[in-house]
């Protein structure tokens, strides 16, 4: 009964320095996507993928990339990471149908100095 | 490209009342229009969807309905209780794509 699962739970990183923060998930859910959620504004959309081999860009996908190799996992990753990258991340998925929740994990929070 | 909005940001409410959370959308070719709970330091909890051909759903003390010409959703929640506080966030599935608003926290005082 996991659902979503992310790791770390918490990361501090240097500028600079890069990192994977993983997300999986056992509902067999084609649909899986990353959001940063700052203060104010909101959850955004990274990256997201509608199945094994496929992403694509959300509305703020500058610094990550993400690939999608199996149903279950997809992975963020953060190439050289800055300061305006400190934020919570959390990644969700949903069968991707009109009658499908959407199911969010625990969230990453992530500190970029 | 769709906006949501929210709206009020923050609401406190004595407990026992009924309450009524505002979200807008701009574009109304949506797939489903999901209500989500987020106590603080945690993950979004789904409450309910909507989905485009509905009109409104039920959980309980809770009860969601969906205008797509208007362009707007209503979360009721009735007989507010102290363990409703929580920040309420609004999401649409448009085109591959969920959008949600910058939700209401909501306190309600015992």
């Known amino acids: 009964n996991a659902g979503v699962t992310q790791t770390p739970k918490f990361q501090v990183l240097k500028t600079g320095q890069s990192m994977t923060l993983q997300c999986a998930q056992d509902m067999n859910h084609e649909y899986m996507s990353w959001y940063r959620q700052d203060p104010g504004m909101g959850l955004r959309l990274i990256h997201y993928s509608v199945g094994a081999g496929i992403t694509d860009q959300g509305e703020v996908p500058n610094g990550y990339n993400v690939s999608r190799s199996t149903t279950e996992d997809f992975p963020l990753r953060l190439l050289s990471a800055a300061p305006s990258q400190t934020s919570v991340y959390f990644c969700a998925s949903s069968a991707g149908l009109e009658n499908s929740p959407l199911h969010f994990g625990n969230g990453t929070r992530l500190t970029v100095t | 490209k769709q906006e949501v909005t929210q709206i009020p940001a923050a609401l406190s409410v004595p407990e026992g009342e009924n309450l009524v959370l505002n979200c807008s959308f701009t574009d109304s070719a949506i797939y489903n229009l999901q209500w989500f709970r987020q106590d603080p330091g945690k993950g979004l909890t789904s409450l309910l969807l909507?989905?485009?051909?509905?009109r409104e759903q039920t959980s309980g003390r809770l009860n969601a309905s969906l205008d797509k010409s208007s362009g707007r959703s209503t979360l009721y929640i009735a007989a507010s209780q102290p363990g409703d506080s929580a920040t309420y966030l609004c999401?649409?599935?448009?085109?591959?794509?969920?959008?949600f608003g910058t939700g209401t926290s909501l306190t309600v005082i015992p």
């Open positions: 999401a649409d599935f448009t085109g591959n794509q969920f959008y």
């Open positions: 909507i989905q485009s051909s509905q």
